[in-house]
């Protein structure tokens, strides 16, 4: 029973991790595009999507 409990645990510290590693990923995507919109004029040069 101990190595179910084990296994279900670095399950979890992979998820927690993938997770973590997706949630910078997708920052880093959504200010590339908010500095490209921002150089389009498609939205205002002070927006700032991070106070939503």
Do not use: A, R
Not at 12 to 39: H, N
Not at 43 to 51: A, L
């Amino acid at each position: 029973m101990e190595n179910l409990g084990f296994i279900f645990g670095i399950m979890g510290m992979s998820m927690g991790v993938m997770g973590f590693i997706f949630g910078i990923i997708s920052k880093t995507q959504v200010d590339k595009l908010e500095t490209k919109l921002k150089e389009l004029n498609v939205i205002e040069q002070d927006y700032d999507s991070s106070k939503k």
